[in-house]
T-cell receptor, first 115, second 113 residues
Framework: ETGVTQTPRHLVMGMTNKKSLKCEQHLGHNAMYWYKQSAKKPLELMFVYNFKEQTENNSVPSRFSPECPNSSHLFLHLHTLQPEDSALYLC??????????????FGPGTRLTVT | ELKVEQNPLFLSMQEGKNYTIYCNYSTTSDRLYWYRQDPGKSLESLFVLLSNGAVKQEGRLMASLDTKARLSTLHITAAVHDLSATYFCAVTNYGGATNKLIFGTGTLLAVQP
């Protein structure tokens, strides 16, 4: 595997379900990100991790729970979601944080539908 | 708060024509990115612009940055159908501790034969 991978690619879940999204980067980067992309809206940054530590939580509801066990893996645990949470969830990584951190590399995304 | 605006939001153009997508941002920033997204796919990095007056070209696409005007342009020359996609600009918050990208709303480009 190369670059940034995400699984699953598609997920349909009920509002009472619990599921997890997985992201893995094979680039040796230290920073990882979760974004939400809804129809007709700009990408929204959700969480940022640097060296496994969370550095940004962009006022995300607690029904989204991130986990970063190491610099290569990032999870997004989902529970009691709402239909408006249906979106494309993108993971990204960069070498590190700060202005010199470089560009972010994105995974293919998970298309989430909440029924 | 840094805001990024793109226009147009939708662009339908014929093959062989030239056009420009504009990206304005509201506060000082030290770098600007252009990404391409095909339907159902992820974002692909096209250009990174790091300084005032920076110009980068790849094939039929050319990006430029004017930090004084807080404006970047993505110019398409002699469009071909393969360029059909959504194009996003993104700006890094200046001097921030986190490499936080603020994205524009995107421009959906449809190149017609």
């Amino acid at each position: 595997e190369t670059g940034v991978t995400q699984t699953p690619r598609h997920l349909v879940m009920g509002m009472t379900n619990k599921k997890s999204l997985k992201c893995e980067q094979h680039l040796g980067h230290n920073a990882m990100y979760w974004y939400k992309q809804s129809a007709k809206k700009p990408l929204e940054l959700m969480f940022v991790y640097n060296f496994k530590e969370q550095t940004e939580n962009n006022s995300v509801p607690s029904r989204f729970s991130p986990e970063c066990p190491n610099s290569s893996h990032l999870f997004l645990h989902l529970h009691t979601l709402q239909p408006e949470d249906s979106a494309l969830y993108l993971c990204a990584s960069s070498q590190d944080l700060g202005g010199g951190g470089g560009e972010q590399y994105f995974g293919p995304g998970t298309r989430l539908t909440v029924t | 708060e840094l805001k990024v605006e793109q226009n147009p939001l939708f662009l339908s153009m014929q093959e062989g024509k030239n056009y420009t997508i504009y990206c304005n941002y509201s506060t000082t920033s030290d770098r600007l990115y252009w990404y391409r997204q095909d339907p159902g796919k992820s974002l692909e990095s096209l250009f990174v612009l790091l300084s005032n007056g920076a110009v980068k070209q790849e094939g039929r696409l050319m990006a430029s940055l004017d930090t004084k005007a807080r404006l970047s342009t993505l110019h398409i020359t002699a469009a071909v159908h393969d360029l059909s996609a959504t194009y996003f600009c993104a700006v890094t918050n200046y001097g921030g501790a986190t490499n936080k990208l603020i994205f524009g709303t995107g421009t959906l480009l449809a190149v017609q034969p």
